[in-house]
């Protein structure tokens, strides 16, 4: 599968199968991407926690929010919890510099590339950014900021692959 092919069937799952457990082997595999992501100085200014089980169901209801928003994530049967690390030294004097704290840049890369071997791996995810941070850290045994949770598991057979509604180019991209 070629990373067009990848974007193309990428999707926030929505109705995930409790029954089917994601393979050690696979979740190594988004692992290692993860590992791999580009970020600012190479500095990785994130913690990637892996919750599975009761955890995994616990920091999933911390994302319901007030309307239970994102009830269906508790039949994941993996989350992933992405919690922000302090930069060292040369990222940090960077983003003081300029103004801009870049760790949410990569934090952003960090979720584009575990989602995308995800997919390459047959799996499915869904990207929360909805979340109780302070539940989501204590549940987790981090006092960092938990900024985003990746529900990770087998989408059931009747979740089907929706159209994809985007922009049309000529609204994204300009040439000089």
Not at 5 to 29: G, M, N, T, W
Not at 124 to 140: H, N, Q, Y
Request: proline share 5%.
């Amino acid at each position: 599968m070629n990373f067009t092919e990848i974007a193309q069937k990428r999707q926030s799952c929505r109705s995930y199968d409790p029954s089917r457990e994601v393979e050690q082997e696979k979740l190594d595999a988004i692992l290692e991407a993860a590992r791999l992501s580009p970020s600012a100085c190479n500095s990785q200014p994130y913690h990637i926690t892996v919750c599975r089980g009761e955890t995994a169901t616990e920091v999933e209801k911390a994302t319901f929010g007030m309307a239970n928003m994102n009830k269906f994530a508790t039949d994941a049967p993996v989350c992933l919890v992405i919690t922000e690390e302090p930069y060292p030294g040369t990222a940090a004097a960077g983003a003081k510099v300029m103004g801009t704290d870049y760790r949410s840049i990569d934090m952003g890369i960090l979720t584009a590339y575990i989602t995308s071997e995800a997919t390459a791996q047959g799996l499915d995810t869904c990207i929360i950014g909805w979340i109780d941070k302070k539940k989501v850290a204590a549940i987790i045994g981090n006092d960092r900021p938990a900024r985003i949770v990746i529900t990770l598991g087998y989408a059931k057979a009747d979740d089907p692959l929706r159209k994809k509604a985007r922009k049309d180019l000529s609204e994204l991209v300009s040439e000089i």
